[in-house]
């Protein structure tokens, strides 16, 4: 009896492992989408409202998705502290990146535009935005393949892994 | 001396406060370390990428401490002056200056980006030079009486010369304050003045509000063509004095002839060394020429800032008062 409970315990604990993985290739195209349109937000408030950094990343965080609008009031908040745009900018990145499911390179991309922010005239700002944009699209379709290919495979590995290695241990 | 000293305030409260934000770290700590008599003096703070930081004092430079200015601190400054948003100064960058909360004035060179031949932007800035905002209150005061006639309870039509750096600004900031307060000794009430602030230097206009005191019955017109904000001011705003800065242009000209002819009393600013330098401008003599100007004040550096020189009246010129 307390061997079928361990078993069971140990299907379920690895089947729960494997979802967490399967969820999180299916959240990295999900956050990439929503910085994707937190930067067109942000291209938004530069062309159009002239408004000042600060102001246009508080407005920003205000209006972008969930996943991404802690970004954008981190560094917001980080930039009404005092320093450069580049450092808050990086600051809040590696604090939101703590939590996201992105991957290094995804966080590296987001990472370097800080050391474009509010440096330069508003066509700059904006052929900045958009490369770092076209690069996320790229960045989609491969986290989108990977997710198909992934979600399903971690799913079941998971209960069928911890399914063989109870039946190994009983 | 008609005018008392603009200059030389007690080291005890830090000078100019409100500038300190707006400069990086290392040029911060390269002025805090020149002597208080020097700090207090300061007109100017010129950093110039890859040259020593100096600093302006009576018209003259004087390096601060061996500080050497790098990319890197430009780019710092550049950032705070800008609230890192350099793409929302546009027009400023177009222009070469901006202007900082506090009045505080920011010249702007580097590489221009052309459009049509005319400039629309400028990038790789390389040189800053910031003119601290002096705000005297009272060092106009003395001025008052003689461009206030009484028997007509108006102010006389007033340019105020002087060379770069004779503190006109200052005298025309502390002059509006005291036309729009009214001066109660001289039993002379406050009126509407407008003013147009082309350079947004006078009032240090910051997101439209005066930064420095201007009185309470005055309107400014921030960053406005001079020309067209004096004709804006005459058709909508009812002033009794319109103020600018720095006028010389036929445009100016024809403006302010307009405003006369509206019995609106004008005070304005113009650079020029002396009365007979004023003279051989064209389109100031023009102005004279037309009875737009009662009075010339010519103010000089010597022994301060905004030490009066001489008053002039009449076409042509005649010396009414002597400052000396």
Request: aromatic content about 4%.
């Amino acid at each position: 009896m307390v061997k079928l409970l361990g078993a069971a315990v140990l299907v379920l604990a690895s089947g729960l492992a494997g979802l967490s993985v399967g969820s999180s290739y299916t959240r990295r195209p999900r956050e990439l989408k929503s910085l994707q349109t937190g930067l067109k937000l942000l291209a938004t408030e530069i062309s159009y409202a002239l408004s000042p950094l600060p102001e246009a990343l508080a407005n920003v965080a205000a209006r972008a998705p969930d996943e991404v609008a802690p970004l954008f009031r981190m560094a917001a908040g980080e930039l009404a502290g005092g320093g450069s745009a580049a450092g808050a900018w990086q600051k809040a990145c590696a604090r939101w990146g703590e939590g996201s499911s992105l991957a290094p390179c995804d966080l590296a991309l987001v990472n370097q535009l800080g050391q474009a922010l509010g440096i330069s005239g508003r066509e700059d700002q904006l052929s900045h935005l958009e490369l770092v944009s076209g690069q996320l699209e790229q960045q989609i379709a491969q986290a989108q393949e990977a997710a198909a290919k992934n979600t399903r495979l971690w799913n079941y590995l998971g209960f069928l892994g911890g399914a063989a290695l109870a039946l190994i241990l009983y | 001396m008609i005018a008392p000293a603009l200059i030389g305030q007690s080291r005890e409260i830090e000078p100019w406060p409100g500038l300190w934000p707006f400069l990086p770290s290392r040029v911060a700590g390269a002025l805090r370390g020149l002597p208080g008599s020097v700090l207090a003096a300061v007109e100017e703070i010129r950093l110039r990428t890859g040259r020593p930081l100096a600093v302006t004092v009576a018209g003259r430079a004087v390096p601060a401490g061996n500080l050497v200015v790098e990319a890197a601190d430009m780019q710092a400054c550049v950032e705070l002056i800008s609230a890192s948003s350099l793409y929302a100064l546009e027009e400023e960058l177009r222009r070469g200056f901006l202007t900082l909360p506090g009045g505080h004035r920011v010249g702007l060179a580097g590489q221009a980006v052309l459009s049509d031949g005319k400039v629309r932007a400028l990038k790789h800035l390389a040189g800053l030079n910031i003119r601290v905002a002096r705000e005297v209150k009272g060092v106009a005061a003395p001025l008052v009486p003689h461009l206030y006639d009484r028997k007509t309870d108006r102010i006389r039509h007033t340019v105020l010369v002087s060379p770069p750096g004779g503190g006109k600004t200052t005298v025309l900031r502390d002059l509006v304050r005291l036309l729009s307060e009214g001066v109660s000794s001289l039993r002379l009430p406050g009126r509407a003045v407008g003013l147009v602030d082309e350079r947004s230097e006078v009032a240090g206009c910051y997101r439209g509000v005066a930064r420095l005191d201007v009185g309470p019955n005055t309107d400014v017109l921030d960053n406005c063509p001079k020309a067209q904000g004096l004709m804006m001011f005459l058709r909508s705003m009812g002033p009794r004095v319109l103020a600018t800065d720095e006028i010389g242009r036929e445009a100016d000209v024809d403006a302010l002839l307009e405003a006369v002819s509206a019995g609106v009393s004008l005070l304005a600013t113009a650079h020029a060394g002396s009365a007979a330098e004023l003279c051989r401008r064209p389109a100031l003599a023009r102005l004279m020429g037309a009875g737009a100007v009662e009075r010339v004040v010519v103010l000089g550096r010597t022994p301060t800032p905004g030490t009066v020189v001489g008053i002039y009246g009449g076409w042509p010129l005649a010396e009414v008062e002597s400052g000396g």
